[in-house]
Structure formats: structure tokens, C-alpha cells
């Protein structure tokens, strides 16, 4: 078994029985999870597909490449497994090595072929806050904003930020996914994303308790791909 951390931090983070939880975690991988989950990406550019999963392992979140679970037993902790095919974990774990310890990010503390184990981040993603009507406050996105200058200045380059990669907890910001940021070539998800909330979202929108239901904002992400693309080729012409 490979620890990312030496054990002091891993004490660091909780009791040294949370080393006994990881360990029992893993275990529940390889042997509950793993062998019973049924996990597919299908198309590359929407979530995975979940058919399947074992209790008592519970499904947290989706992305386009990984599901994430949480046992009921270790609910500080979620596995992130990523659908086969999907590539990517590994640079995710060259990530958070890059990363550190930082209250605004995730902390890997287990990774093997396909998964991560990841401290749980408690909030509601920005994709969720719209879809329940959450107001979500200026601090948040200062607070990301200063999260993302920080991986900077370890050499990282945030990348696909978009509202289902950071979190609103307790009215403070958190980023969820740092999967691609050792991709060097500049994405504007997170200006465009901050856009539209200074211009948009807060002096229209912020006002009242607009739920959007999923489709519409499913159809805001789909439309949001085309609009970045035809306007990166028209900036390179
Ligand atoms: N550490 C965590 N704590 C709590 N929830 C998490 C955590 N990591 C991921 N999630 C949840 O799982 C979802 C999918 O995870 P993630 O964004 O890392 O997957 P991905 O496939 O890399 O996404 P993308 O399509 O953006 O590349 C997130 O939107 C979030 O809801
Ligand atoms: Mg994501």
C-alpha cells in the first residue's frame, strides 16, 4: 500500500485511527466496490453513467471522466474512480502532490490504477446551487479566485473550471476538481464563469430564488461549448 504523504500528515489530518479507516477504506474498494460497480463514459463530453453501486457505497458526484462514492462508514473520505477509458488519475495525483495542504482544495491520500482517495469536500457545487436557488455571495468567487492564483504559484495551470468543479460551503468558495491542471494551454471556463456572475447572476438574477432545472442548465453547459469554440476560431483568424 502507497501512502502519497508521509504518515505524520496523514495523522496531521485526523486521528491515527483515520489511518485505519483509509486502510479499511481500500480495502472496501478492491473488494466491495470495484468488482460490483458498473460505471461507463459513453460520450466524452457528458458525465459518466453510473448503473451500478454496491451498498453500502453511495454515489457523491459525476464528471466526464470519473463517479465519485463515499461509504457510510467513512464519510470524511470519497473514492474518485474513473470509467474505463477514461484517462487522467495519475496527472490528477501529480496535481494534488503539486497542490499540498489548502483549506480551498481536496487532499489525496491513496491513489492507485483508476482511483483516488480524497478528502470530502462538504458543499454544494455552483451547478447545484443554480438548480436549488442558492444565493451564492461575491466571497465565494473571491475566495476561488484566490484559490486558483495559489495553484499557480505552485506551478499548476487551473483549467475547466466550470460550476460542477467548485463548491459553495457555508457561504465560503471551494474548488472540487483540479484534474487538469497540468494542462498548460490557456481555458477561459473560469473568466467566462465570472462573467456571467458579475454581469448576469448578480445584478439580475441574484435577487430572487430562480431554481433552473437541470435540462435548461444542461442546455447553458452544451451551448456554452459551441459559443467558446466559435469564438476561440474567430480570435485565431
Ligand atoms: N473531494 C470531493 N468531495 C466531495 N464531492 C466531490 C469531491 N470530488 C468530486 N466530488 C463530486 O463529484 C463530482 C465529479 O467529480 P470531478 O469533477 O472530480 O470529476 P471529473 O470527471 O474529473 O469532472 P470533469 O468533467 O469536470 O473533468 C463533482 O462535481 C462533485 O460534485
Ligand atoms: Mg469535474
Same mark, same amino acid.
Given at each position: 500500500m502507497t501512502f502519497l504523504y508521509p504518515g505524520e500528515f496523514i495523522a496531521d489530518y485526523k486521528s491515527c485511527q483515520n489511518q485505519e479507516d483509509l486502510k479499511r477504506m481500500i480495502e472496501s474498494i478492491h473488494q466491495e466496490l470495484l468488482p460490483n460497480l458498473q460505471l461507463e463514459s459513453?460520450?466524452?463530453h457528458n458525465p459518466v453513467v453510473v448503473h451500478h453501486v454496491p451498498e453500502p457505497w453511495q454515489l457523491l458526484g459525476i464528471g466526464n471522466y470519473a463517479g465519485v462514492f463515499y461509504h457510510s462508514e467513512y464519510e470524511d473520505l470519497v473514492v474518485k474512480i474513473y470509467a474505463p477509458?477514461? %484517462?487522467?488519475w495519475s496527472e490528477e495525483l501529480e496535481v494534488y502532490r503539486r497542490l499540498g %495542504?489548502?483549506?480551498e482544495f481536496s487532499t489525496c491520500f491513496y491513489a492507485e490504477n483508476n482511483f483516488l482517495v480524497l478528502k470530502r469536500l462538504y458543499g454544494v457545487t455552483l451547478y447545484d446551487c443554480m438548480n436549488q436557488g442558492l444565493k451564492i455571495p461575491p466571497r465565494v468567487i473571491e475566495d476561488i479566485d484566490r484559490a486558483l492564483e495559489y495553484a499557480r504559484s505552485r506551478g499548476l495551470y487551473p483549467h475547466d473550471i466550470h460550476g460542477r468543479n467548485v463548491m459553495m460551503s457555508e457561504g465560503k468558495g471551494l474548488v472540487v476538481?483540479?484534474?487538469?491542471?497540468?494542462?498548460e494551454e490557456p481555458c477561459l471556463a473560469w473568466d467566462d464563469l465570472k462573467k456571467a456572475y458579475y454581469y448576469l447572476y448578480l445584478p439580475f438574477f441574484s435577487w430572487h430564488r430562480l431554481q433552473l432545472p437541470y435540462f435548461v442548465l444542461d442546455l447553458v453547459r452544451t451551448n456554452y461549448r459551441f459559443f467558446r469554440r466559435f469564438l476561440d476560431t474567430r480570435s485565431r483568424r
Open positions: 459513453i460520450e466524452p477509458g477514461r %484517462l487522467g %495542504l489548502h483549506s476538481d483540479i484534474s487538469d491542471f497540468l494542462r
